[in-house]
């Protein structure tokens, strides 16, 4: 069994990764025995992150508040609490707050054989956040 213990452990979402404010509050990184990365992350309203993917794919479970959720070639998807969102490896998306509401979620992904969990690209515009 290994315990952590909580505190200390909330971090500013960098401005290269998202926009707006966000905290991100680690829940486990993948080390040599697990593959599994872990954070809670909560969303100001208007906040959102950057386009990215991940190598093994996402597992978002919504916590608290009203969110959304795009990918590429699809629309967007509000999320609420208790909702689950599993993203497909590779599959290019943002996910955030609504523009009127907090958002917070516990995102799951595994790292890959290099260690790799996200793969980070550009900022997600105004025209695309609103749909």
Not at 40 to 63: D, E, I, S
Not at 121 to 129: C, F, N
Request: a negative charge; glycine letters at 12%.
């Amino acid at each position: 069994m290994k315990y952590t213990q909580s505190g200390g452990r909330t971090t500013a979402g960098p401005e290269e990764r998202f926009t707006g404010t966000v905290q991100v509050d680690s829940i486990r990184t993948p080390d040599e025995q697990s593959a599994v990365g872990c954070a809670h992350v909560r969303f100001a309203p208007g906040a959102r992150t950057a386009w990215h993917h991940h190598p093994k794919g996402q597992t978002l479970y919504v916590t608290d508040g009203i969110g959304l959720v795009s990918t590429r070639d699809g629309g967007i998807q509000e999320i609420r609490p208790g909702d689950v969102v599993y993203i497909e490896p590779g599959e290019e998306h943002w996910h955030g707050a609504t523009p009127d509401r907090f958002m917070a979620h516990i995102a799951m992904q595994e790292a890959d054989k290099n260690g790799d969990v996200v793969t980070w690209l550009e900022h997600v515009s105004d025209e695309d956040y609103m749909g």
